[in-house]
């Protein structure tokens, strides 16, 4: 009998926020869950 190791699955919040709330909300879902974070950042500045 082949014992299988169990899955584990990662979870990942990937986000983009020029006024920092949807970084806030962001930052408090991957905590949540237990998932690593990763803010996309534009290759320009953008102005808000």
Same mark, same amino acid.
């Given at each position: 009998m082949i *014992? #299988? #190791?169990p899955k584990m699955? *990662? +979870?990942?919040?990937?986000?983009?926020?020029v006024s920092g709330i949807t970084a806030r909300l +962001? #930052?408090?879902l991957a905590s949540a869950i237990g998932a690593d974070l990763h803010e996309i950042q534009p290759a320009q500045k953008i102005h808000s």
């Open positions: *014992k #299988e #190791e699955s *990662k +979870a990942l919040v990937v986000y983009f926020s +962001a #930052e408090r």
